[in-house]
C-alpha cells in the first residue's frame, strides 16, 4: 500500500505533484556516450603521468584505509594545496567534490526570499542550472560581440538586481578568453555580494585573482584541478577569507573527499612541477592547433587562454557529426546560445591527436558543404 492510500489519498505521488517547478523545467547535464571515441570534448588533461609517479600512486592506494572514512577537514591535502596555489596570508580554502559541488554549496548559503545569481552569457552552463534548482534567480548578461565583458550592462544589472553571487569565469568557458582585470576590479567593487572568480583553466592563463584576494573582501576564487590532469579525482577549492570560509564550512557535507582522492591528490601536488610542464605543453600545442584551425578554411578561430578553443563554422551541426562519424568528439555548442550559433569546441590533445582532428575537420567541413 502507497503512502498516499494510507493517508486517505487516491491521487497517486508525481513528480509533476511533487517538485519544485524550477527542478521540472530543468534538463540534466549532458554527458554523451565517448566509448571508441578520441575524446577532445571535456577539457580533460591528455597526457599521462610518468610511469614512476604511477608506480608511486599504486603503492599508495595499495595500503590506503578505504574501510575508514576519510580525514573530515583533509587538513594534509589543504597544507600542500596553499603551498602550491600562492595563497596570501590569512586566507584559507574550502575543498569540493570539484568546483561544481562549491557553485552549489555558495548557492544555498546566499538563497533567501529573491536573491539573485548573476553571471555573463554564455559562460559556464552550471551558474544557471544551481541557481534553478537551489531556488535562487538567476540573471544573465550577455558579452560583447567578441566576447569580452560589456561593462556598462553588467554594473547596470548590479544596480537593477543587486546580486548575492555573482560568477565570473576567467577565463570564460567556452568562449577561452580572459576577461578584462581592471573590469573585473570595478564588478567586485560595485557589486553589494560576494564575486566568485572561477578559474578553472588557471594552468593555462597568464593571470589570477588569487594575489587579490586580500585587496577585496567580498572576493572569492575558485579552482579545479580537474583540467590539471585529475579529473577523475573530482577535487576543486574555494579560496578566500576566513570569515566567509568558516560559514561555508558549514554547508559542507561531511566527508566529502574521499580517502583516495585526498591520498592520489596530495602525491600529485608533491609533483606539481610534473602537472605544469604538462600544462606548459599544452599550452604549446593549443598554439599549433590555433594556427592550423585559423588557416582552414570556412573556419572562425577564437583565441585561448584554457585548454580549449572555440571556433565557428558554416554547418556546425554537420560538422560535428562528421567528426564523429571518424572517430572524434568535441563539443557541439550551436544552439546552446545565440552568441554560439555554429559555434564547436575542441580541448587541446597531444600532437598526435591535434593533427588527427585537423584532417577529419577539413574532410568534415569538405563533406558538408
Not at 575558485?222 to 579560496?239: H, I, N, Q, Y
Request: include cysteine; charge should be negative.
Amino acid at each position: 500500500m502507497s503512502s498516499s492510500s494510507i493517508l486517505g489519498s487516491s491521487v497517486p505521488v508525481t513528480p509533476g505533484r511533487l517538485l519544485r517547478q524550477e527542478v521540472l523545467d530543468i534538463s540534466a547535464y549532458h554527458v554523451p556516450a565517448s566509448t571508441g571515441m578520441l575524446k577532445m570534448d571535456a577539457m580533460e588533461n591528455p597526457y599521462v603521468l610518468p610511469q614512476a609517479l604511477r608506480d608511486e600512486i599504486a603503492r599508495l592506494v595499495a595500503d590506503a584505509a578505504i574501510n575508514r572514512y576519510p580525514d573530515a577537514g583533509a587538513y594534509d591535502l589543504k597544507q600542500k594545496i596553499r603551498a602550491v596555489s600562492g595563497l596570501p596570508p590569512g586566507m584559507d580554502v574550502l575543498l569540493g567534490n570539484g568546483s561544481d559541488e562549491l557553485i552549489q554549496l555558495l548557492a544555498l548559503a546566499a538563497v533567501k526570499p529573491g536573491a539573485v545569481l548573476l553571471s555573463v552569457e554564455p559562460s559556464f552552463a552550471m551558474y544557471r542550472m544551481i541557481s534553478a534548482f537551489t531556488g535562487m534567480r538567476y540573471v544573465g548578461v550577455p558579452l560583447a560581440d567578441n566576447f569580452d565583458l560589456d561593462l556598462p550592462a553588467t554594473l547596470q544589472a548590479i544596480r537593477q538586481h543587486q546580486p548575492a553571487l555573482v560568477f565570473l569565469a576567467y577565463p570564460n568557458n567556452p568562449t577561452g578568453n580572459l576577461f578584462d582585470a581592471d573590469a573585473i576590479e570595478q564588478i567586485i567593487e560595485a557589486a553589494p555580494g560576494l564575486v566568485v572568480v572561477d578559474e578553472a583553466y588557471y594552468a593555462f592563463a597568464s593571470a589570477s585573482f588569487i594575489s587579490q584576494l586580500a585587496r577585496f573582501p567580498s572576493l572569492l576564487v575558485m579552482r579545479t584541478f580537474s583540467k590539471l590532469g585529475m579529473a577523475g579525482l573530482r577535487l576543486g577549492f574555494l579560496a578566500g577569507s576566513t570569515a566567509w570560509l568558516e560559514q561555508l564550512e558549514k554547508l559542507r557535507l561531511p566527508y566529502n573527499v574521499g580517502v583516495l582522492t585526498q591520498l592520489v591528490a596530495g602525491k600529485l601536488l608533491e609533483h606539481h612541477e610534473v602537472l605544469l610542464q604538462q600544462a606548459e605543453q599544452i599550452k604549446e600545442d593549443r598554439t599549433w592547433l590555433y594556427d592550423r584551425l585559423v588557416g582552414t578554411v570556412d573556419v572562425r578561430a577564437y583565441p585561448s587562454e584554457a585548454n580549449f578553443i572555440l571556433f565557428r563554422v558554416t554547418h556546425a551541426g554537420r560538422v560535428f557529426e562528421g567528426l564523429k562519424q571518424r572517430g572524434i568528439l568535441i563539443k557541439n555548442l550551436h544552439g546552446a546560445h545565440p552568441a554560439l550559433d555554429h559555434c564547436l569546441r575542441v580541448t587541446v590533445g597531444t600532437p598526435e591527436q591535434n593533427e588527427q582532428f585537423i584532417v577529419a575537420l577539413q574532410e568534415s567541413i569538405h563533406q558538408s558543404d
